[in-house]
Structures are given as structure tokens and as C-alpha cells.
């Protein structure tokens, strides 16, 4: 490989934002997850937009490929290398260019974390709606991008329409701002257009369309009143029609559930990493530390003690008359308590402080990455389902698990019910300790056969990462045939992020 | 002409009672309430004609009739009730088949499960809120067009209306598609991509492909034979029928408030209060012009009370919708009444009985275009922004008022929806014009290309919601540098001959 | 008032393509099921079909001398009942009615020397010769008389010139033996009730509705004026009519041409109600039935031009509901499209005569729709619809019932 695009990469981002040192290389090679390992040639960190297009447009000339990354806390190897290239590190694009405090907008570039911008927000009484499952270090802009669903998904508005346009860098170098045309008051209006979606295409794309510099995302305001309440469910099955009956209802802004391994893990003690877990580096490119012989038996006492799933409810209020709306939604909610044979809980497995507790993930999470020091890697399946299909895949992951050796003891679960429950976001994980490479094996060859099982059962991985790839794009008709078509137009030389999805 | 063997291949595909090419029906599909329909209707003009007008009765027909126009080099035109503002359905050259889909019209489930209706092309508003009410369900409101009209292809172009607040935009409703390519193949989108999964899901596998086929498409590449709509929980129980002719009953479980302001600015403020609150299902701005043109039973009713001013000439409605309980109902009202105090606004009960076909029309509406009896209908300007927007756009709306001798219908305010709990506005200003008054008609027409064209040279809030030529090369600039490029990129990609309804959107060089 | 074609110009033009003429009026619509309104497009599928294209385009593109007349033009706008389901719907919400522009295109047609199509070009060459559709003299008009008992039969004044009312039969009792009944049926239950009513027997004219229909407009102002001035001469007060399309050719377009008609057109079901009401008809007898009512477009929207914004589309709906749930044993349940929405039996505008196939293909869709109530009977009032229906029950070997709604109230006294 020639120094030369090493002086050429130097030349844009400067000298010291440009590096193919291995050790470099290596932080960039992987991550948690069982993709394979890779390289990238070279990781550069540019300060602009304009250098990132000149990178990019540098890459069309080598043929060389692009790898956007951000965060890299995905953690299924989405900003994980497929062939090498130039790995391009968005987190100095952390500008936030301004903060609309009356129309509840924010402009942001792809480097800004939640751990950045939420504490800036609360300046003005405002919020980011965040993935539950994303530590604080997160991009906030990637996650959107990557439809990362966030903890208020199951409101119509708040949960799943994020933001207004953003400006998408593409395989050309030339950017395209998609959404509604700004203007000189504000970019801030509707996804929408130009002519099409566009939003949507690239929506998901995991940059192989483009890199996304910048995005007018929406807000919602903090909570002036906020209430949590918890409810006991002996099985998924339970715990999603209680889920149901409460969305139709429309009541509370978040809603959401864990099982027993999950919760008891959000709340376990694990001093000494409180600095990390407070910035989001818990996790990294090796996993987490294994939980200590303590923990792991404060853990085994705090899940013995709680229901199989817990579902939590957080009724919310604004500004106005916030305190009349908690009241009247908690009696709506004891009614459909009443009706679904369930009851309504200030707490579950006499956990104190576990309504705070809450209240703060909401808010800006970051306890979910706890889960992955069980033993080092947490390895999630990740997929939509019908309500109705929920308990049946849970049956279906937990055979193969059995057929694993795997403990379904040891299976995380997480349900996030979408628009009003007509979808069921699910994450059950599954765990190992990295080093060991017999368990390692087993738990990745448990992970493809439950992702395929899934599938082949009505679940549906929105977002193929890893082995997701193969299973659905094999499945899914001419869709992979069309996307590939529409990869080839926009990016001929098939710079960006190189295999990845079916590319 | 349609070659006798290109005739023949397609009656073999659809049958021979479903393709026609005698002048008579093919005059049928040759003209709409929107401009270039009508002028070209005046120019007599042959290639607004199509040369063919077929019916498939399902996918497997569709398919075999856009193989065979693809092939030989014809032009297709889906069309639905072919309902629009901009003659989206009517050809633009010789050598076009309208595809009427109007065999197409199963609703082929509702799953109350997912909260999705599965419906063909053909199905109208009207169809599917009579089923999924009775089910606890419902798709969230009308476009303010008749309930006869197709609901995929209202959508599929962002079909608005008041319950846009609550439910977002016709596009946020669209789960899955199920669309037949002019090559034949056939693509999916969502989870429909995998049989195993259905209907359920709408987006992905991961870049999502269903945003290509959404918004200003025009049926420009693909012909749409199967969509998954979202839907919603319905707090109105039974539809109540109209006992008192023009005066359907509110809904269970629904309020409706009227509100009068006395000015632009604290209506946007209480529009923006109620919007930011999160109370109600449906929020407008409405004017004394609109209300006395969709709301009085007769026309002569409407153009007295116009004139007069009956209506506040700022006004705006809410309802409200106890989808939890009654309580819900109690505790937003109790919040409007707190945004109207600090607002100045003065509610008018007075005018429910006045309004009663709001109580119908905000749900399913039947009596809504009937601004039309003065004619046809044409928005000159849209325009997208925040609602703080609104007297900037109102006040550009004038300057076109002053420069044409037509008349706007709702000169005294725009239309003022406010979508999405407050994230953007939009504002309509329309006029309503005789079609048989070829004069007028030219006028309408000279606003309209002004509002749309002309001025969004200028860098206001103006939205070419249409997206079609040449607002989109006059956009390009706007969204830098090209979206033109991208756009016919696309098309390239899934009609590379220009197959699907050329000229609509870009043109393909051949 | 048929007007010249050209003076529809305005509602031509105007023509939205929203399609409100194709379907159930949106806050009525119950099942997705029964949605259309429109046979002649339901059935065909193309929208020449529909009143927007017979309105909005071909009537339009003829004013404008863009098209002219061929085959299939004269087809469309003859191949139609004229049921008037467009004119409710697209008059509600526009004031326009597109079957006077489909009519004044049949007036067109005729003063521009063309024939009807079909069987139409036979039935109007008969209807002029004959002045009566269905090709019998003037003398067999007094046949369904024989049928009466004696009794019955002489309470009825035989020229009407002495009593004030005069029940105006129709031409329907000329079509066949078997309509006879309807005429007699009517008959017997006005004397039961005591009412003095007399009938013009031979002298009884057309009422000019076939004329109309057919586009011939000169010969149903012939009609009228003669009939108008025969009435008013004869100092009638209120004239009683039997058969829906007489009713409404009297009550809606006899005043639009132009002569002072002294006289109050009442449909023989009104007057039924009325009498019930007013304890003059006992129904004191169990008729155990359970029964759909299918509405007859001409006693309903067709009965009346007025602009729906005036709620002046005064059908006779609530009369013959009236007039079921006075019979004792009588359970009623309702089709989807019933009153203004009701779906129209396939036989309006002599369709019978020119387009068998499109009438009983109407008439069958009707009788799936009857059947989907689970009611064993269907009721009705009209001889067209009847025998329509009738037919269609026949044809098809269904189990359901037809009846006529004033055999039942003989039934029930």
C-alpha cells in the first residue's frame, strides 16, 4: 500500500487525523460481535463536511472503499470493515448547530453522542428520544439513520417520525439534502422529497449509500410529571397482550418490557465502571469485563426475585396540567389492569429506587450495556414481530437454545411495542465469554440458527446486520435485486461500505 | 393507433370485455378538475387521449399488460378514480393505456392484531372506514376529498388532512407494497419481502425501498397492486347514521370546538399551545371562505354567508377523542380551555349546528369538496414551515391575489394545517374556478403558475408539493445540486423505458 | 325541464372526477361489500360508463363538437336506468343532476335524426304507434277491472267526474295478465278504506315517461299538456298514482313543462299511511314474515329535482316502513342500500325493453343484496320492479319471496 494515500488522506484531514498505524487499525478491526475480524487500511477523522467529501471523492478515484463509523456501539458489526478501505470517523463532526427551542428541533452533526447533546437540551426543557439499548456515546444521528427504535416508539409521532431532513454525502461526493427544501427560516420541516422518500432509501443503508453528515432531528419536551408503573407477566405471551390493550389505549409516552435476566441486569451493582458506563465505553471493541464472582451472585438474587417479564409504564406530563393527566391515565390504566387480570406495581422484586431508575434510562440511557458483562459479549437477535407471533418465536429461540446447551435462563429479553403495539420490537440475547472459544462457537452457531428459525417463523430483521444479511436478502425476493441495481447507479465503483446488506 | 397484434395480446391478458380502444371510452379518461386536463381539453388535444384504456383484475393481469406495453414501447397511466390537483392521470403523449384499476378493489384483510388494512388499489376511503370502524379501528381521517376516492393513490402522494396532527401525513400510513415493475417482476417491501413474515412491518430489509415508490412518484414506476395500510384505534364505536339530512352526529366518544380569533397571530399561538400539548386528534385554521363553501347545504346559502362574513374570518376547530376514556375527554378539554383563555380566542358553540357536516367530514368525508359547486378547485400556493410562518405566507399569497384578476376563495386566511404534534404547518391557498369559463379558468391557471412556479425562485417557504417538472429543476438548485439527477438515477433504474406515466415526473431520454 | 344540451354546459365542464356518482354516499356506507350505486359502471367497468364519463366527458366533448355521434355513443347513454343514484350524490354535493344531461344527449340523439340503439329503436317506434309501451289499445285499459269483484268493482266512479280524486292506474296493468293484480290490489284497498275515487278507465292517457326516457321530449310534452289540461278540466284535487314511474314523471317533471297543474300529486303508498294513520285501513290480521324493502328509485330520488341542499329529495321512504310495521307479524330488516342509496332493480328507463341483459344482471346483484339480510320475503312497490326482481328470483331458483307491499296489507286486514 502506498504512503501516498496516506499524504493524500493527511493533506485533508491533517496529519494528525489521519493514521494507518496497526494498533490504530486493530481499535477499527472489530467489534463485540462474531463478524469477522478486518482492517481497514487506513482511519482518518476529518473536521468538516468539505473533507469528508474530498475523501470520499479521493476513494472513487483509488477505487478504494469507504467505511463510515461513528460510534460503533451497534455492536453486531455494523462499522466493522468488510474488505479494508479507508475507515472514515465521523465524532469530530460533533457540531450542534443550533437548538430550536420553540419548534423542538436540534441540527446535528453525525458525531454528536446522546451523552453531548441531552445535557445541552435540558437547557431548554427539551429531550432526545433514544434506543434504550444505545449507551450515552451513541450517535444519535446514526442511530435515527439506522432506525435504532427508541424507547417513546410506541407513540405514533414521538416514537418513530425523528427528524425533519439531513444532508447526505454521496458516493459522488456531492451532497444531497433530502427532506422537505430548506429555507432561509429553517430546515426543519418534513422528511419528505425531494419528489420522493428519499429519506427512506437510505434509511438502514448502514452507509452504503452514502455518509450522512448532518440531520434536523425532532425533540419532545422533558417531563414536568412522570410517573412509572410496573407490570408482573408470567409469560411474553401475557406480557404482550397486557402490552396491546394498554397501547390501544394510547396511554403513557414509554412502554416497554424486560424479562427477569434483562431487568435484573439493568440494575445490577457494578462499582468501579460507573465512569464508563456514564460515557458509553462500558462496551468495547472486545466486549465488557466480565462481572466479578459478587456481582454475578447479586445479579442471580435480584432475578430470582422478579417476575419472568415486567412490563414498564411511564404515564408523562408537560407543561400543561400534568399532574391531571397522570391522574386520569393511571385510572384509565387500573381499568385495563382490571380488564387484562394484572396488576399495577410501584416496584417488582423490591427493588428501591428502581421508579428513579427509570426514569433516568429514559431519559438518557445507559444501564442496558450492563447485560453485556455478564460474560463479555451479548449477542441479540433483533427483530420485529407481529403481537399475536411474540410468544410463539420466543418458544421457537428458546428450542434451539436447549438444543444449544444454552440455558434460557440466560436468554435476555427485551419487547418495545411500536406505533401503538401493532408491531413488537424484540432483543433476546444471548451471551459469551469472547475467550472462550468452544463457547464462542456454540453461541455463534445458536445465534445463525435462532436468527434463521426467526425468520422462517414471521419474525422480520429490519435491519439485516451480520448474519442477517444472507438470511433475509436470500428470502426476500427481488428486493436484493433492486437495491443492488440501485447501488450500482448511485455508486458504481462501490466505494461505500463494501459488503454489507447483499453488496 | 394500437397495433391490431398489440390489441390482441392484451385482450388475451385481460379478456375482451376489459380493453377498449373506442374513442368514446377512451374520451372518458381524457380529462380532470385540474389544469392541464382542462386546457388541453380546450386545445382538443388528441394525446391527452389514451389509445387504450384496459382493466386487469389482478396482479398476475397487470403484469402481463405492462410486459406487453413495455415491449412494444407503449406509455402506461395507473390510474384509480384518477382524482388530483394536477392531472396526474391524464397522458401525455400518443401511445398510452390508461390502466383503470378499478377491478382491483378487494379489501383483502384487516388484521386487528398489527393495526393494518391489506387493500388492492382500488379501495376507497369510504370502503375501508366502514369496515375497520365497526372493528374498533380506523385509517385516521379523509383528505377532505370525497370518500369515494382511492385511498392508496391519495396517500401514496401525502394526501393531508386535519387528523394529520395526531396521525402525521397519508405517507406515514403506508406499511408495505406490493408493486408489479413495467419488466413484469414483481417487488415487495417491508416484511412483505418474506412470505413467512406478512404484511406487518414497513420498512427494510434495510434500505428501505417503499420511500422510491412514496410522495411525488406519480406513478412513475411501477404500478402499485397490493399496499398495507396502518390504521389506528377508534374511540367512535358504531358510524352513526344521518337522520337530519346534513346533519351527521358527532361520533361517541369524540368533542368538536370551534374557536374564533380575532387575528392571525393568536390563532398560530393557540394552534401552536394545542399542537405542543399533545391533546386532540384533528387541529385547522380555517377561514369564513372554506367553512361557508364545504359546510352550507345549499350553494346559495354558501355565497350569501361568504360575502356576509358569517363565519369568523379566523376560526379554528379541534376534536378531541376519549380513546382511553371520558376522562381523557374531561382532561383535554380542561387543556384547550386553559390555550383558549391565554390566547384570547372565544369559543362558538354557536356555530356547531352551522358546522354540523364537520361531524362527518372530519372522519369520513362526504360533503367536503362541495366548494366545488362554484366549479373546480385549484390550490395556488402551498407552502411548508412552522406555524410562525403563517402571516409570511398569507401575506405572499396577497401579493399574488393583487398581480391576477381572479379571485382566491379563501383571500381572508389560508387553509392552516398543522401536522405531526407541531413539528411543521402547512398552508393552502386555493381558488375555485369555472372550468366552462375559459377565461377564468386561464386566470386560475396564471396563479397557480405563479404561486408554484414563478415564485419559489424566490427562497421563501414555498413547497412545489407536486414535485413535478419543472418545480423539480427549479428545486434542484434548493437541495443542491441535483436532485433531478437522483430522481431519474431511480427511474433509470426501475423504468428504464420510460414505460410508466412519462412526463409526469422527469423524462427519460430515449 | 329538459333542456338543450348546450345549456348544460356549465355542469359538463364542471365535472371533478371524484367519482361520487360511483358510489354509496360516504357517511352512509355500511359494508364495503355494497358501495357501488351505479349498475351501468359496476357491470361494465369502464367510466363511459359512469356519469362522469356520460357527463363530464362525452356530453362535454359533444358540446364542444369534439366528438360525434357513433354506435357507442348512443349505447352508453341509452344502456342506463337513469336510477338517479348520481343525481343524489353528485347533487348533494354539487346541485348538478347528470341524468338531465344523459337525457337531454337522448333528445340530442333524436332531433339529430339518429335512433335509439337496441330493442329501443322497436320500443319507440311502438310507443309512438301504440302511445302506450306496451303495444295494446286504449280499450284494454279497463281489462284489469275484470279481475275485481263485482262488489269492489262498483266502488269505483267510472269517469271519476263527480269525486275529486282520481286514482290514475298507469299503463303497467296493460303488459300482462299477471300485472293486473297490482292495479286491482291498489284499488281494493283505497274502497276498503272508504275512499271515493273514480278512474278514467279508456280515456286514461300515458303518463309520457317511456316518451322521455326515450329522449323523445316532444311527445312527452304532448303528453303532459293533454294530460294536465284533462286533469285540471276535470276539477281533480288529488290525483293517486299507482305505478312509481307515472308518480314521479307527474310530481317531477310534469311541472317543468310549464302548465298550472291544479291538482296534488300523491303516491298511492302516502296515501295508504295516511289512511292507516287515520284508522281507516284495520290491520288486524298476523302476516308472520320476514321481509326486506327494496326502494323503488321513482318513488324515491327520482321523485323529485329538488337540490339536495334544500332537503327537498322528498322520497317516499318512510311511508311504505310505515306501513310494514302497522302489519302485525311483519319483522323488517333493512339491505345496506336502501331509501336514497338504494340500488336500483335494473328495470328504470325501459331498460327491460332495450338492454335485457344489463336489467336482469342489475336485478340480480339486488336479490344477493336481499338474500344477504336473511329476510325470506322481499317487498316492494313498483310494477317494474317487481317483475325485474321477480324474475330474477325466478331465474335464479331462489328461495325468497317476492311481494307486492299492497297484497300485504290486504293480507293483514
Redesign the interface.
Known amino acids: 500500500m502506498s504512503d501516498s494515500i496516506l499524504e493524500e488522506l493527511a493533506a485533508i484531514v491533517g496529519k494528525d487525523n489521519a493514521s494507518d498505524d496497526p494498533l490504530v487499525l486493530d481499535k477499527y478491526s472489530r467489534d463485540q460481535s462474531f463478524v469477522p475480524q478486518t482492517r481497514p487500511n487506513y482511519v482518518v477523522t476529518p473536521g468538516t463536511v468539505a473533507e469528508v467529501q474530498e475523501i470520499v471523492r479521493l476513494a472513487n478515484k483509488l477505487l478504494m472503499p469507504v467505511v463510515p463509523y461513528s460510534s460503533g456501539t451497534d455492536f453486531h458489526g455494523g462499522a466493522v470493515p468488510s474488505i479494508g478501505g479507508i475507515l472514515v470517523n465521523l465524532q469530530r463532526l460533533n457540531k450542534i448547530t443550533y437548538i430550536d427551542e420553540r419548534n423542538w428541533h436540534a441540527l446535528i452533526e453525525a458525531g454528536v453522542t446522546y451523552a453531548q447533546l441531552q445535557p445541552e437540551l435540558e437547557k431548554y426543557g427539551l429531550r432526545v428520544a433514544a434506543p434504550l439499548t444505545s449507551p450515552p456515546s451513541a450517535s444519535v444521528l446514526v442511530d435515527y439513520i439506522e432506525r435504532n427504535p427508541v424507547v417513546t416508539a410506541p407513540d405514533f409521532v414521538f416514537g418513530n417520525e425523528l427528524f425533519s431532513t439531513y444532508d447526505m454525502l454521496m458516493p459522488t461526493g456531492e451532497l444531497f439534502t433530502i427532506g422537505h427544501p430548506p429555507t432561509q427560516k429553517s430546515r426543519a420541516m418534513a422528511p419528505d422529497g425531494p419528489a420522493f422518500d428519499f429519506y427512506r432509501l437510505y434509511m438502514g443503508s448502514q452507509g452504503t449509500f452514502g455518509i450522512v453528515t448532518q440531520m434536523a432531528i425532532r425533540l419532545l419536551p422533558l417531563p414536568t410529571a412522570q410517573k412509572v408503573i410496573f407490570i408482573p407477566a408470567e409469560t411474553v405471551s401475557q406480557a404482550t397482550h397486557i402490552i396491546q390493550r394498554i397501547e390501544r389505549k394510547e396511554l403513557g409516552l414509554e412502554c416497554f418490557a424486560f424479562n427477569s435476566f434483562d431487568l435484573a441486569a439493568l440494575v445490577v451493582d457494578i462499582p468501579g465502571e460507573d465512569d464508563k458506563l456514564k460515557k458509553g465505553t462500558y462496551v468495547g471493541n472486545r466486549g465488557a469485563n466480565p462481572w466479578t464472582e459478587e456481582q454475578v451472585m447479586q445479579f442471580e438474587s435480584i432475578r430470582g426475585n422478579l417476575p419472568p417479564w415486567t412490563i414498564i409504564v411511564c404515564l408523562t406530563g408537560w407543561a400543561r396540567r400534568a399532574d391531571e393527566k397522570l391522574a386520569y391515565q393511571e385510572l384509565d390504566l387500573k381499568d385495563v389492569a382490571v380488564e387484562s387480570g394484572c396488576e399495577l406495581k410501584n416496584t417488582v422484586g423490591a427493588i428501591t429506587g428502581l421508579s428513579n431508575i427509570i426514569k433516568e434510562e429514559v431519559i438518557l440511557p445507559g444501564r442496558m450495556q450492563k447485560r453485556f458483562g455478564y460474560k463479555g459479549s451479548c449477542h441479540g437477535l433483533m427483530f420485529h414481530s407481529s403481537p399475536d407471533t411474540v410468544g410463539l418465536l420466543e418458544a421457537a429461540i428458546y428450542d434451539v437454545a436447549c438444543k444449544y446447551n444454552y440455558p434460557t435462563s440466560d436468554i435476555g429479553g427485551y419487547l418495545l411495542p411500536i406505533e401503538r403495539a401493532r408491531t413488537i420490537y424484540c432483543e433476546f440475547d444471548f451471551h459469551c465469554n469472547l475467550d472462550d472459544a468452544a463457547e464462542s462457537q456454540a453461541v455463534k452457531a445458536l445465534y445463525k440458527e435462532a436468527s434463521e428459525v426467526v425468520v422462517d417463523m414471521g419474525g422480520f430483521f429490519d435491519r439485516p446486520y451480520g448474519p442477517w444479511a444472507e438470511i433475509m436478502y436470500s428470502r426476500s425476493g427481488t428486493y436484493a435485486e433492486y437495491l443492488k441495481k440501485l447501488k450500482n447507479k448511485s455508486d458504481p465503483n462501490n466505494i461505500m461500505n463494501p459488503g454489507k446488506l447483499c453488496f | 393507433m394500437i397495433e391490431p397484434h398489440v390489441y390482441q395480446a392484451i385482450a388475451a391478458v385481460v379478456g375482451p370485455?376489459?380493453i377498449?380502444d373506442?374513442?368514446?371510452?377512451r374520451?372518458?379518461?381524457?380529462?380532470?378538475?385540474a389544469f392541464p386536463g382542462?386546457m388541453k381539453?380546450y386545445k382538443?388535444d388528441p394525446s391527452a387521449i389514451p389509445d387504450l384504456?384496459v382493466?386487469p383484475a389482478s396482479t398476475e393481469e397487470v403484469q402481463g399488460v405492462v410486459r406487453i406495453a413495455n415491449r412494444y414501447g407503449l406509455k402506461v397511466i395507473p390510474i384509480s378514480?384518477?382524482?388530483n390537483m394536477v392531472s396526474l392521470c391524464i397522458p401525455s403523449e400518443p401511445g398510452t393505456i390508461s390502466l383503470?384499476l378499478?377491478?382491483m378493489d378487494k379489501?383483502l384483510e384487516i388484521?386487528e392484531?398489527?393495526?393494518?388494512a391489506t387493500i388492492q388499489p382500488y379501495?376507497?376511503?369510504?370502503?375501508?372506514?366502514?369496515?375497520t370502524m365497526k372493528r374498533?379501528l380506523w385509517n385516521g381521517g379523509?383528505p377532505l376529498?370525497?370518500?369515494?376516492?382511492g385511498l392508496l393513490s391519495n396517500i401514496i402522494n401525502?394526501g393531508t388532512w386535519q387528523s394529520s396532527l395526531?396521525?402525521?401525513?397519508g405517507?406515514?400510513s403506508i406499511a408495505n407494497l406490493t408493486l408489479v415493475l413495467p419488466n413484469g417482476?414483481?417487488?415487495?417491501?417491508?416484511?412483505a419481502?418474506?412470505?413467512?413474515?406478512?404484511n406487518?412491518?414497513c420498512?427494510?430489509?434495510?434500505?428501505?425501498?417503499?420511500?422510491?415508490?412514496?410522495?411525488?412518484?406519480h406513478g412513475g414506476m411501477a404500478v402499485i397492486v397490493e399496499a398495507t395500510m396502518?390504521?389506528?384505534?377508534w374511540a367512535g364505536g358504531e358510524?352513526p347514521?344521518?337522520t337530519v339530512?346534513?346533519r351527521?352526529p358527532l361520533p361517541a366518544n369524540h368533542r368538536i370546538y370551534y374557536v374564533e380569533y380575532p387575528d392571525i397571530e393568536p390563532m398560530n399561538e393557540a394552534m401552536y399551545e394545542i399542537a405542543?400539548?399533545?391533546i386532540g386528534t384533528h387541529l385547522n385554521g380555517a377561514s369564513n371562505g372554506w367553512v361557508t363553501g364545504m359546510t352550507?347545504?345549499?350553494?346559495?346559502?354558501a355565497e350569501k354567508r361568504w360575502h356576509e362574513g358569517f363565519f369568523p374570518r379566523h376560526m379554528i376547530y379541534v376534536i378531541n377523542a376519549g380513546?382511553?376514556?371520558t376522562?381523557?375527554l374531561?382532561?383535554e378539554e380542561?387543556?384547550l380551555r386553559?390555550?383558549v383563555k391565554e390566547t384570547g380566542g372565544k369559543f362558538r358553540d354557536d356555530l356547531n349546528e352551522e358546522m354540523a357536516t364537520w361531524h362527518?367530514d372530519a372522519f369520513?368525508?362526504?360533503?367536503g369538496?362541495?366548494f366545488?359547486?362554484r366549479?373546480?378547485?385549484s390550490s395556488i400556493k402551498l407552502g411548508?414551515?412552522?406555524i410562525?410562518?403563517h402571516r409570511e405566507f398569507y401575506e405572499r399569497s396577497q401579493d399574488i391575489v393583487m398581480r391576477h384578476s381572479h379571485y382566491m376563495f379563501d383571500e381572508e386566511t389560508p387553509w392552516v394545517y398543522i401536522?405531526?404534534?407541531?413539528?411543521?404547518a402547512l398552508f393552502e391557498d386555493d381558488t375555485v374556478f369555472?372550468?366552462?369559463d375559459y377565461e377564468e379558468a386561464s386566470s386560475a391557471r396564471d396563479m397557480n403558475i405563479d404561486g408554484f412556479v414563478r415564485t419559489p425562485k424566490q427562497?421563501?417557504?414555498d413547497?412545489g408539493y407536486y414535485?413535478m417538472e419543472p418545480v423539480?429543476t427549479i428545486?434542484?438548485p434548493?437541495?443542491?445540486?441535483?436532485?433531478k439527477h437522483?430522481?431519474t438515477?431511480?427511474k433509470?433504474?426501475?423504468d428504464p423505458n420510460d414505460t410508466m406515466n412519462p412526463g409526469k415526473?422527469v423524462r427519460l431520454e430515449q | 325541464m329538459i333542456k338543450e344540451l348546450e345549456e348544460y354546459r356549465h355542469w359538463c365542464w364542471n365535472c371533478f372526477r371524484d367519482s361520487t356518482c360511483k358510489h354509496v354516499f360516504t357517511w352512509h356506507l355500511k359494508n364495503a361489500d355494497y358501495d357501488d350505486i351505479c349498475p351501468t359502471l359496476t357491470r361494465y367497468k369502464f367510466d363511459a360508463y359512469s356519469s362522469q364519463g356520460k357527463m363530464g366527458d362525452l356530453a362535454r366533448a359533444m358540446i364542444e363538437g369534439e366528438i360525434e355521434w357513433s354506435d357507442k355513443l348512443l349505447e352508453v347513454i341509452y344502456q342506463d336506468p337513469l336510477c338517479g343514484a348520481c343525481d343524489y350524490n353528485c347533487g348533494r354535493i354539487t346541485e348538478m343532476q347528470p341524468t338531465r344531461v344523459i337525457q337531454a344527449m337522448r333528445a340530442k340523439a333524436l332531433k339529430d335524426g339518429l335512433n335509439p340503439p337496441g330493442g329501443f329503436k322497436t320500443f319507440l317506434d311502438d310507443l309512438r304507434e301504440y302511445m302506450n309501451p306496451f303495444r295494446k289499445h286504449d280499450a284494454e285499459r279497463i281489462n284489469w277491472m275484470k279481475g275485481l269483484p263485482a262488489s269492489l268493482a262498483d266502488g269505483i266512479s267510472g269517469t271519476g267526474t263527480k269525486t275529486k280524486t282520481l286514482l290514475y292506474v298507469g299503463c303497467f296493468p296493460l303488459r300482462d295478465p299477471s300485472a293486473e293484480k297490482m292495479a286491482q290490489d291498489a284499488a281494493t284497498v283505497l274502497i276498503k278504506a272508504g275512499v271515493d275515487v273514480g278512474i278514467l278507465g279508456e280515456k286514461e292517457r300515458c303518463c309520457g315517461n317511456p316518451s322521455l326516457r326515450m329522449g323523445d321530449v316532444d311527445s312527452f310534452h304532448a303528453f303532459a299538456k293533454e294530460n294536465i289540461k284533462m286533469f285540471n278540466d276535470m276539477g281533480i284535487e288529488k290525483l293517486v298514482t299507482i305505478c312509481p314511474f307515472c308518480y314521479s314523471t307527474f310530481k317531477r317533471d310534469y311541472p317543468e313543462v310549464g302548465e298550472k297543474m291544479n291538482f296534488e300529486v300523491v303516491h298511492i303508498l302516502e296515501f295508504t299511511d295516511e289512511l292507516i294513520t287515520q284508522g281507516k285501513l284495520k290491520l288486524t290480521k298476523p302476516v308472520n314474515l320476514n321481509v326486506t324493502y327494496h326502494d323503488p328509485c321513482h318513488l324515491g330520488r327520482i321523485s323529485d329535482y329538488g337540490i339536495s341542499g334544500t332537503g327537498a329529495f322528498s322520497g317516499i321512504y318512510e311511508p311504505p316502513r310505515n306501513i310494514l310495521n302497522s302489519i302485525p307479524g311483519i319483522t323488517l330488516t333493512e339491505m345496506d342500500r336502501n331509501r336514497d342509496d338504494s340500488w336500483c332493480c335494473g328495470a328504470g328507463s325501459w331498460l327491460r325493453d332495450g338492454y335485457l341483459e344489463l336489467a336482469q344482471w342489475t336485478a340480480d346483484k339486488r336479490i344477493e343484496e336481499a338474500e344477504s339480510t336473511g329476510a325470506e320475503a322481499l317487498v316492494t312497490y313498483c310494477p317494474h320492479c317487481e317483475e325485474n326482481l321477480g324474475e330474477a328470483i325466478q331465474r335464479n331458483g331462489n328461495k325468497m319471496k317476492m311481494y307486492d307491499l299492497l297484497d300485504l296489507v290486504l293480507q293483514g286486514l
Open positions: 370485455d376489459f377498449s373506442d374513442p368514446m371510452v374520451q372518458t379518461y381524457s380529462k380532470d378538475g382542462i381539453r382538443q384504456v382493466l378514480t384518477g382524482a383503470d378499478k377491478r379489501i388484521n392484531d398489527t393495526m393494518t379501495v376507497s376511503f369510504a370502503r375501508i372506514q366502514a369496515e374498533g379523509t376529498a370525497p370518500g369515494s376516492c401525502s395526531a396521525y402525521g401525513v405517507l406515514r417482476d414483481i417487488l415487495k417491501t417491508g416484511s419481502t418474506i412470505p413467512a413474515c406478512g406487518f412491518w420498512q427494510g430489509p434495510g434500505p428501505d425501498l417503499k420511500g422510491i415508490f412514496e410522495f411525488c412518484n396502518k390504521l389506528h384505534p358510524w347514521q344521518e339530512y346534513n351527521p405542543h400539548s399533545g352550507q347545504q345549499t350553494e346559495e346559502l380513546i382511553s376514556s376522562r381523557q374531561d382532561h380542561n387543556v386553559d390555550i362527518g369520513r368525508d362526504g360533503c369538496s362541495r366545488q359547486r366549479g373546480s378547485f411548508c414551515g412552522h410562525d410562518n401536522f405531526e404534534r407541531g413539528y411543521y369555472d372550468q366552462s427562497d421563501l417557504l413547497l414535485y423539480l428545486y434542484s434548493r437541495v443542491g445540486p441535483n436532485a437522483w430522481v438515477q431511480i433509470n433504474v426501475f415526473l
